[in-house]
């Protein structure tokens, strides 16, 4: 049976692992291109978009953010981060992934099915902490996770869709 810890820590950690990885593989393939990798930090891409060190922040914070919001009972935008280069931004998501290591399936069992609330100024969401990491977390996390991908895709680092999916789950179950 698969449990709230599963689908929230559990997935916070292959996303985050997957996305170190295509940074890695992005810094790779600009040091042997003789590119300047930190072209890339300065990259949006719409001007109306945030830039990549925000899409990483927002990795971080929709991932090691969010299951300590969801022991807090609370969760609200990502905090400001230092201004970084990209290796000091693939340091910041290795700790994150270090961070949510430490986190237990009981700690998170504990507060399953607790109401939690997203705050932003005066606004506010109620959730479940089910449905918080279901219907916000989630996909605030694939979202900002791909638009990372896209960025480095588009830069010309060749990714597929595997470096993205990472280590998935697979098997079947014993007969």
């Known amino acids: ?5 599963d689908l929230s820590v559990g997935t916070y ?3 985050l692992t997957s996305t ?15 590119l300047d990798l930190n072209d890339v930090v300065q990259m949006r891409l719409a001007p109306d978009m945030a830039a990549f060190p925000f899409q990483v922040n927002s990795v971080r914070h ?6 300590h919001g969801m022991m807090a009972g609370k969760f609200g935008p990502p905090p400001e981060i230092p201004e970084l280069d990209y290796r000091g931004l693939m340091g910041l998501l290795s700790e994150a992934l270090t ?23 005066s606004f506010e969401l109620p959730f479940t902490t089910d449905n918080f990491a279901l ?4 996909p605030n996390l694939y979202f900002h996770a791909t638009t990372i991908y896209d960025m480095l895709r588009i830069k010309g680092v060749p990714l597929g869709k595997l ?13």
């Not at 929709?62 to 299951?67: K, P």
């Not at 949510?100 to 609330?117: E, F, P, S």
């Not at 470096?163 to 007969?175: I, Q, S």
């Open 135 to 138: 219907s916000f977390s989630l």
């Open 20 to 34: 170190i990885a295509v940074m890695e593989k992005g810094a790779k393939y600009f040091d042997e291109q003789g």
């Open 163 to 175: 470096d993205f999916l990472g280590k998935m789950l697979v098997g079947l179950p014993k007969a």
């Open 13 to 15: 950690g292959r996303v």
């Open 1 to 5: 049976m698969t449990t709230l810890y």
């Open 62 to 67: 929709h991932s090691l953010g969010a299951a």
């Open 99 to 121: 961070e949510l290591g430490t986190i237990k399936a009981g700690d998170i069992a504990a507060v399953q099915g607790k109401a939690m609330h997203f705050r932003a100024g």
